[in-house]
């Protein structure tokens, strides 16, 4: 297997063409280059390796911040959630494909993975991803369409956007935390607990 490195626009470029959840880098690299595989002798696969969605030096901060904060955080009882409309239909087997064990491996600590997952699931339920809003804390927002709209509500948010959804997040909780809202973000979704309690746990 080969690896080459691409900058973030190339990456996101790539990424946008992406035609199912679960796709690899190499198959649409030869979908857009026309490319068919020669079934005598297999193509070797061309592993893309990306930037990360979180710089290194923030992970570290994001993560020093995380710890200091559990106590002020750690409000898994206080977060409140209206029921999810049923608007479309997404099986389990959509919501599992979320969970790309290649892709998820080079994001750099919770951070890289919690944001990963939100993108990975902006781009499955693009029509009713905007369900994420309802997901609050008792004077706490964690989704917004805006960076100011979180920083409005608590300065030291660390708002960062989903993908390219034009959704933001608050990234400053603990890793607890962060898997609880991904966990109510998927039960908003249309994905059933047992499933969304086991994607949120590979943050």
Not at 58 to 85: C, F, G, K, R, Y
Not at 135 to 146: T, V, W
Request: aromatic residues 6%; contains cysteine; glycine residues 4%.
């Amino acid at each position: 297997m080969k690896y080459i490195e691409v900058d973030e626009e190339l990456y996101r470029y790539i990424a946008s063409k992406t035609e199912r959840i679960g796709e690899s880098a190499s198959d649409i690299l030869r979908r857009l280059l026309d490319l068919s595989v020669d079934t005598a002798e297999p193509a070797e696969p061309l592993a893309i390796s990306h930037p990360s969605l979180e710089a290194a030096h923030e992970t570290v901060t994001e993560e020093i911040v995380e710890e200091s904060n559990l106590a002020e955080h750690n409000d898994l009882a206080e977060t409140e959630v209206v029921e999810p409309e049923q608007v479309t239909e997404v099986t389990a087997a959509n919501f599992k494909d979320v969970v790309h064990e290649h892709m998820l491996s080079q994001q750099k600590g919770a951070v890289g993975r919690f944001m990963y997952l939100l993108e990975s699931l902006s781009v499955l339920t693009p029509a009713t991803f905007d369900q994420i809003l309802k997901i609050q804390g008792r004077g706490r927002l964690y989704f917004a369409r805006s960076k100011a709209e979180l920083l409005s509500a608590s300065q030291s948010a660390n708002p960062k956007e989903i993908g390219d959804s034009g959704y933001w997040v608050t990234t400053n909780n603990n890793t607890a935390k962060k898997r609880t809202i991904l966990s109510e973000v998927l039960l908003q979704l249309g994905c059933n607990e047992e499933l969304a309690k086991s994607i949120a746990e590979r943050i």
